[in-house]
């Protein structure tokens, strides 16, 4: 599965993006799909995750009721609405997936994007 994530970028303090990825070259009806993000210096944190199949989410609690995780399956794509943003959330953010149930452990996700910075400003 290739991953292609885009629609990072500059965002000042309570505003919002919305992050798109892209899979292709594979069949991802089975796969979990999931965000990460990194920010300088800390390790790669899981933000939120979408089972391809039955659309079931589930959320870290620093995004959870400012962040939406959702699928387009014409279209391949997931996306990461981002609401009410604060500069704690940015980071460089990925996106994952792996076969089966949606988990939190980055290295339990096989592939990933090539990842998106988000920048919000106070």
């Known amino acids: 599965v290739q991953l292609q994530a885009y629609g990072g970028g500059p965002v000042q303090t309570g505003g919002s993006l919305r992050l798109a990825c892209t899979a292709s070259?594979?069949?991802?009806?089975?796969?979990?799909m999931a965000w990460f993000r990194q920010a300088p210096g800390k390790e790669r944190e899981w933000v939120a995750g979408?089972?391809?199949?039955?659309?079931?989410?589930y959320y870290a609690h620093f995004v959870a009721g400012r962040f939406t995780i959702s699928k387009d399956n014409v279209n391949n794509t997931v996306y990461l609405e981002m609401n009410r943003l604060k500069p704690e959330d940015t980071a460089v953010y990925y996106c994952?997936?792996?076969?089966?149930?949606?988990?939190?452990?980055?290295?339990?996700?096989?592939?990933w994007g090539q990842g998106t910075l988000v920048t919000v400003s106070s």
């Open positions: 979408i089972k391809w199949s039955d659309d079931v989410t």
């Open positions: 994952a997936a792996k076969w089966g149930i949606i988990r939190s452990t980055p290295s339990e996700y096989i592939f």
């Open positions: 070259g594979r069949d991802i009806s089975s796969h979990a």
